[in-house]
């Protein structure tokens, strides 16, 4: 009996060890599979479906980011926008951000890009697409930076079919970090900071957000095409080669003479804050004492005996247990509360910076109307442009008030002073005017709103339903006959936007 139960005991064992053996050599034979190069073959590289056989981890919690579906129309929110807009194609449509996973599909519904119907129709440049997909830096090594820069829009409406994902963050033959925008080397450099290769891994691990979570704007540069035409590209550029503030940026712009759009009521030659983050963060204490974006947005997360980012970018305050509390003692209802509380000090300050300027522009719209010149208007859009300039900058890239919560609120505070300054000259050349009663009209509502900047909204709609219904299912069609894409990775994607719902 005995002898047979030891039998019994050693054949268990025996089996065991087989099978922790056979386990071995599997983790074996990935981990040789792994370090075979090239990890992601070459061609597949810019789908993110590629990737998931080698880092399924890594791809599933990527592929969350789809989670983050809502969307916040934000001239609803906040109609003054569209009047500090008008005349630019942000008073069209406007949305909060959502998931990475969305990148695409929130830049092909937006009003902003219009309803172009072939290659060469639409408002808007190639440039559009920059920080949406991987097929980008692949378009920029295929056809040379300058010629991806050239042209409208839709031109690449069949090439950038893939969101924003690995090969925008990773190398695909060693998966370490690495960025292939080249703009932001140039921008690094002239900045006299060090360029990617020469950063810290520490600082790398928020370089490759900086790639798009930055301030730019489309430079016309002159250059020769292949076939040696003159030909004139609008490229990408980071304004850091005074600085990275607001008033460095405001400088760099200022002395090239530079505007994105001039507004439509007030005649104001308007500087556009894209979205300035990882800028506005780098003044904050967290940046200061080292801590990285990934630090927060890509918390470690434990599985079992396997540790690995959560690439789930998202709002922190989804996982606080992992993104805080690492470094934090105080409870997370308490934290949280800390949060909320700075972001509604920097609401209070923004709803008045707001206000300020949609009058300003109002006012000036008025003077104009009454026959004031623009030599009469000169101080006062020097003022709207400074003060917009600022209010935009301290908070387009939505979370600053936590990230750099007092330059946040300074540069606010700096944009209401300015703001009034104009008001109060505008005072004096309302009253030459006989109009020192005026007041500018209710623009308290989207519609509203949207009326005064002259947003033609149901035909932009229209327009746009019927692209939608057109031109861009052929790009799709198009691109998988490429090999561009995968049908399947754009499932779920294109359910609702600001002016559709399903
Ligand atoms: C290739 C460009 C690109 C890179 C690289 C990138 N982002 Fe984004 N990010 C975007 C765009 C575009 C959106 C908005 C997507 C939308 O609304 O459809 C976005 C959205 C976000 C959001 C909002 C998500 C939500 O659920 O509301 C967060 C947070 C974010 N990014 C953080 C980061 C961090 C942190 C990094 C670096 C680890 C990073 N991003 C790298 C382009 C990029
Ligand atoms: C917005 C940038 C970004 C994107 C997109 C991205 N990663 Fe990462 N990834 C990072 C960062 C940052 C780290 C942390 C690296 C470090 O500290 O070494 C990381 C880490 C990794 C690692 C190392 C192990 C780990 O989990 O820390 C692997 C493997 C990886 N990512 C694979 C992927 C795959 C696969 C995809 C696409 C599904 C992807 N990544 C998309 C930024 C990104
Ligand atoms: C110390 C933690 C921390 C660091 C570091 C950090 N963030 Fe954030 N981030 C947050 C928190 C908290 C929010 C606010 C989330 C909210 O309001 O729901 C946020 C929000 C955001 C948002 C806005 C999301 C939205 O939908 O409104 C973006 C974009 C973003 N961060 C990008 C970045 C980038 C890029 C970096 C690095 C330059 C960075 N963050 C560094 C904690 C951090
Ligand atoms: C890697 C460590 C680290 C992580 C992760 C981190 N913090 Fe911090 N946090 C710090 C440090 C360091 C300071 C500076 C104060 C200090 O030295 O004690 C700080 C300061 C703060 C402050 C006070 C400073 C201010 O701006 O008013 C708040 C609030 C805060 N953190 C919230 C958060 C939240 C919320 C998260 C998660 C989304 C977070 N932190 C993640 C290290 C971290």
Not at 128 to 152: A, H, I, Q
Not at 211 to 240: N, R
Request: charged share 30%.
């Amino acid at each position: 009996m005995k002898i047979k139960l030891l039998l019994i005991g050693s054949l268990v064992a025996i089996a065991a060890m087989a099978l922790l053996a056979s386990s071995v050599n599997e983790r074996e034979a990935e981990r040789v599979a792994l370090n075979k190069s090239p990890v992601v073959a070459e061609a597949d590289k810019n789908k993110n479906e590629a990737w998931s056989r080698y880092y399924p981890r890594q791809y599933s919690s990527w592929k969350k980011t789809k989670e983050s579906d809502e969307i916040k129309d934000m001239i609803e929110a906040k109609p003054q926008l569209a009047i500090l807009w008008a005349g630019y194609g942000f008073a069209k449509d406007y949305n909060a951000p959502r998931g990475h996973y969305y990148a695409i599909q929130d830049n092909v519904n937006s009003l902003r890009t219009g309803a172009p119907t072939d290659d060469k129709t639409g408002p808007m440049p190639t440039a559009c697409w920059t920080c949406k997909s991987p097929d980008v830096p692949r378009l920029m090594e295929r056809d040379g930076e300058n010629e991806y820069f050239t042209g409208k829009w839709a031109r690449y409406g069949s090439e950038v079919v893939n969101a924003i994902g690995c090969a925008d963050c990773h190398d695909n033959k060693t998966a370490e970090l690495a960025v292939r925008r080249p703009y932001l080397d140039r921008a690094l450099a002239a900045a006299g900071l060090p360029t990617f290769k020469n950063s810290t891994h520490q600082q790398k691990r928020s370089l490759v957000c900086a790639q798009c979570h930055v301030e730019y704007y489309f430079k016309k540069t002159e250059y020769k095409t292949k076939d040696g035409k003159d030909a004139v590209a609008k490229v990408v550029t980071l304004p850091w080669a005074e600085g990275l503030s607001a008033e460095n940026m405001e400088k760099y712009y200022d002395d090239r003479n530079f505007k994105d759009f001039t507004n439509k009521i007030s005649g104001t030659p308007i500087l556009k804050a894209q979205h300035p983050g990882f800028e506005i963060s780098s003044t904050g204490i967290h940046a200061q004492k080292g801590v990285s974006c990934a630090d927060c947005h890509m918390p470690y997360t434990q599985e079992g005996a396997v540790k690995y980012s959560d690439h789930q970018v998202q709002s922190p305050l989804e996982t606080m247990d992992r993104s805080c509390m690492p470094c934090h003692r105080e409870s997370e209802k308490k934290l949280a509360n800390i949060v909320k509380q700075k972001f509604d000090r920097k609401e209070f300050l923004m709803e008045i910076a707001m206000d300020n300027l949609a009058k300003a522009h109002l006012e000036t719209g008025k003077a104009m109307e009454l026959g004031a010149t623009d030599d009469e208007l000169k101080a006062i859009r020097t003022d709207i442009r400074h003060a917009q300039w600022r209010w935009d900058y301290s908070i387009a890239s939505h979370a600053s008030f936590f990230h750099a919560p007092e330059e946040t609120l300074r540069l606010l505070a700096s944009a209401n002073e300015t703001a009034q300054q104009a008001r109060l000259k505008l005072v004096r050349v309302l009253a030459k005017y006989n109009a020192i009663n005026f007041s500018a009209p209710d623009f308290s509502t989207k519609k509203n709103a949207q009326k005064l900047a002259g947003v033609p909204l149901a035909k932009l709609v229209d327009a746009k339903l019927k692209f939608k219904a057109t031109l861009e299912k052929a790009w799709y069609k198009e691109a998988v006959k490429k090999g561009n894409l995968n049908m399947e990775s754009r499932e779920g994607v294109d359910k609702t936007s600001s002016y559709f719902k399903k």
